[in-house]
């Protein structure tokens, strides 16, 4: 998991740098339009408004930089936002289970994807793999997985 000097970012700074990367992005060019403000107009179900995170970048501008070139943490995730940043990181359509005291993310992930999403969930979320569905042949190495709040 996450180191010590990780940087942590808000779940709705993270889908705004997860946004902005799917574009294609180096880490270099993301942290300089955000720096200087040249953001692009987000037509995305999710509508995003970058000028937030141009003023976390200002405000913030270590973490910033180093949340994008190292890495991040989330500070605190909800299901709909891990959901979201599915969505948005990974570019996959997970399933969101919303069954009341079993809330929960289910995807398909490949090792590569299940290490980074392990890597950015806040405290008190784990990924484990789903007993109840099975890998289907052709899929790539991917296997399904449920993102759930730990049980304590």
């Known amino acids: 998991m996450g180191t010590t000097d990780q940087a942590k970012l808000s779940q709705w700074d993270a889908l705004l740098v997860e946004s902005l990367r799917s574009r294609g992005w180096t880490d270099e060019e993301l942290i300089a339009r955000v720096r200087a ?54 570019g996959r359509e997970p399933e969101l289970l919303l069954e009341a005291g079993a809330e929960a993310v289910r995807t398909e992930l490949t090792d590569e994807e299940k290490a980074r999403l392990a890597s950015v969930l806040s405290f008190g979320w784990r990924v484990r793999e789903d007993g109840t569905q099975s890998a289907t042949a052709g899929d790539g190495g991917r296997g399904p997985f449920v993102i759930e709040p730990v049980q304590r």
């Open 37 to 90: 403000g040249e953001l692009p107009v987000d037509d995305s179900p999710f509508q995003f408004k970058y000028e937030a995170l141009s003023a976390f970048a200002a405000e913030e501008p270590e973490t910033f930089e180093t949340a994008v070139k190292q890495g991040y943490q989330i500070k605190y995730n909800t299901v709909r936002g891990i959901h979201s940043w599915i969505r948005v990181a990974l």
